[in-house]
């Protein structure tokens, strides 16, 4: 078994559950977003409902019910393809456009890899990817009544809360 100072494989560091707002979250990472959500004032349900997919079981991590918006959240940068640039052919992608096409109540979908601060996300709509970047301020740039919530400082200060929240020893975000 690979130890932390392993120098040949990579030790995997498991996930801490973390309790926010009632929820137990399944890892500090996914409480972190929650609190980003939160400043933002959007509304929010953690793991809400899963869905029998063509392929598989999937349980989305958040639901925007306002939104009608799935969002899944991953740890680290967002891969990418042999050129260096973002891969959409990701097991979270492909199950992210399935649920899309799949489930009527549902309008679209993000995958967010990292924490706000660093966020690179894609996102898919019935009409399959429509945007890629880094600027949290587009993050739900397709819902037209959110983007000016999602711009400038307000979407920048919300990052800085959700990086800056602690969760250990009873502590509060």
């Avoid at 793991?47 to 799935?70: K, N, T």
């Avoid at 990418?80 to 959409?88: H, K, L, Y």
């Avoid at 492909?94 to 996102?123: A, Q, S």
Wanted: proline fraction near 6%.
């Amino acid at each position: 078994m690979p130890t932390l100072y392993s120098t040949s494989t990579p030790a995997k560091i498991p996930s801490i559950d973390t309790i926010y707002k009632g929820y137990r979250f399944r890892s500090r990472l996914e409480a972190r977003w929650a609190v980003f959500f939160d400043h933002l004032k959007l509304n929010w349900v953690y793991e809400h409902e899963g869905y029998a997919l063509p392929s598989g079981w999937y349980l989305p991590d958040f639901w925007f019910p306002d939104e009608y918006v799935i969002v899944e959240i991953k740890h680290g940068p967002q891969p990418t393809n042999a050129q260096g640039r973002p891969d959409f052919d990701t097991r979270e992608q492909k199950l992210m456009d399935e649920i899309v096409r799949e489930v009527e109540d549902i309008d679209g979908g993000l995958v967010l890899y990292g924490d706000p601060l660093d966020v690179m996300y894609n996102v898919v709509d019935r009409r399959g990817l429509v945007e890629l970047g880094h600027n949290c301020a587009r993050l739900f740039g397709f819902e037209e009544r959110l983007t000016d919530k999602l711009f400038g400082r307000e979407c920048q200060a919300a990052a800085l809360a959700a990086r800056q929240a602690r969760f250990e020893h009873g502590e509060r975000p």
